[in-house]
């Protein structure tokens, strides 16, 4: 069955700190992974997309990397803002159905001043 | 462009009423999706479109949703009769498909807020 997990559910850091969030997926056949920002009361933003290929990809301060052999990504985010505070989603999708994007259920980041 | 635009952001009604999303795609995209949004299950993919030809809609979850792409530009989604369980955010989002392989970024609008009492 296709899933993806996300950890943790939530968490709370200090502003200025460093942080990284995981996700674990058991698509197959993998095709790529997404990781989007969703704010409070808004919709998800795109943050970076990575393929099979792809083991990093960087957006600003957002850190993606991808072990496509482990099935296992990360987000980090360098020198946290208040602006950062959102919640995280990992979105898998698989070759053959493109359009079909397997979410976690996020995790929710509180930064603190 | 202004993004993915949806209408209402808002809506509370009365068990049993029934209830129209509406959404505008941004213009050039070839691709549109409503997703349901809820605490418990997080997002879930209800139909896609393809140039506005429904797709797959297996993520409906019952008769009472039903879902049109009339043009390229405007999409809804409707629920009759609602029912309190229906209570979630509605995300509509859009992309352009080059290719079975190509990244196909999506891009949400700000959603629709249903409460149905």
């Known amino acids: 069955k296709n899933q993806v997990e996300q950890s943790p559910q939530s968490l709370i850091i200090l502003e200025g700190k460093n942080c990284t969030l995981q996700?674990?997926?058991?698509?197959?056949?993998?095709?790529?992974l997404r990781w989007y920002k969703q704010d409070t009361g808004r919709g998800p933003v795109s943050l970076t997309i990575?393929?099979?290929?792809?083991n990093t990809k960087s957006n600003g301060r957002y850190t993606a990397t991808l072990d496509a052999d482990t099935k296992q990504s990360s987000l980090h985010i360098t020198a946290s803002q208040l602006s950062d505070s959102a919640s995280y989603i990992c979105?898998?999708?698989?070759?053959?159905?493109?359009?079909?994007?397997?979410f976690g259920t996020g995790t929710r980041l509180k930064v603190l001043a | 462009d202004a993004g993915v635009i949806q209408s209402p952001r808002h809506e509370v009604t009365e068990m049993g009423q029934e209830v129209t999303l509406r959404c505008k795609p941004i213009?050039?995209?070839?691709?549109l999706f409503w997703y349901r949004q809820t605490m418990m299950r997080g997002l879930e993919l209800l139909i896609y479109?393809?140039?506005?030809?429904?797709?797959?809609d297996s993520g409906m979850p019952e008769d009472r949703f039903s879902a049109k792409m009339p043009n390229a530009s405007f999409s809804t989604l409707k629920i009759q009769p609602s029912e309190p369980r229906d209570s979630a955010v509605y995300f509509c989002?859009?992309?352009?498909?080059?290719?079975?392989?190509?990244?196909?970024?999506?891009?949400f609008g700000a959603g629709t807020r249903l409460s149905v009492l």
């Open positions: 989002a859009s992309s352009f498909r080059a290719s079975e392989l190509a990244k196909n970024i999506q891009y």
């Open positions: 996700c674990n997926y058991t698509v197959s056949p993998f095709s790529n």
């Open positions: 990575m393929t099979f290929s792809e």
């Open positions: 979105v898998v999708s698989a070759l053959g159905g493109t359009y079909k994007y397997i």
């Open positions: 213009s050039g995209h070839n691709s």
């Open positions: 479109f393809n140039n506005n030809v429904p797709i797959d």
